[in-house]
């Protein structure tokens, strides 16, 4: 096994998550020949439709589905799962039903790196935060064993004056990461207020995505500088 062909997977409360703060980096993990693999908690029946009409949370659901078939689609996500848990009640979710769900996962995929949201949820979503904390929970004691590295996605405007943080190059990747935003229709609100009116230019504070190695194989936030998410892999 090469070092490029790992299980990298991203483990993100709602559909739209994963594009947007991971784009570059899933397109980037496909392109090189790696396999990007995607679990959503919830199918985000509670959110906003947009311009499209008002839906009820079946309706919006199937909806968001759809899109994220699509955008799984133009970023080259090779797997990706709903659990179906309620959206925006993580927190009223029982933490151990939870915790196994995840930890099945990651253990039928043998992934070997594993990316999630920050402490702070980036947004600070309660959904995001209770999934952070479940996610570190399960990779840090070892219940699911193939995995090596933890990584959280941040905040770009702010993550790029923290030491350490891995950056991924992105503006040859823009056009892809519009696609897959703009699959996500019925979220065009929340990705309008984050990037703007999305075009051909790459938005300002978005050339890059940032990420924070968490944990190493039994080590909490290796002080290190990396070129790469396989960096320091054992094959």
Known sequence: MTLTNRTVAF???????????????????????????????TRGDAGKTGHLDPMNEDELATLREFELE?????????????LG????????????????????????????IVVT?????????RDHIVLHHVVKDIVTSG?????????????????????????IEGRH???????????????VFSVERVFGKLG???PP?????FFELAWERGNSYPQKTERSIYDDLIV
């Open 11 to 41: 483990i993100y409360a709602h559909p739209d998550d994963e594009t947007f703060g991971c784009s570059y980096l899933i397109r980037q993990i496909a392109d090189e020949g790696g396999r990007p693999i995607l679990l959503t908690t």
């Open 70 to 82: 699509k955008a799984v689609g133009i970023l080259g996500i090779s797997t990706a799962e709903q």
């Open 85 to 112: 848990m309620k959206d925006g009640k993580l927190d009223e979710v029982d933490a151990d039903l939870l915790r196994e769900k995840i930890a099945d996962f990651l253990r039928e995929h043998q992934a070997d």
């Open 117 to 125: 949201f920050p402490e702070d949820g980036i947004s600070g979503h």
């Open 143 to 167: 219940q699911a064993p193939s995995v090596q590295k933890l990584y959280y996605n941040l905040f770009a405007p702010l993550a790029s004056e923290r030491p350490g943080v891995l950056r």
């Open 173 to 187: 990747r823009w056009e892809i990461k519009r696609q897959a935003l703009e699959a996500h229709e019925s979220q």
């Open 200 to 202: 051909p230019e790459v």
């Open 205 to 209: 504070d978005h050339h890059h995505e």
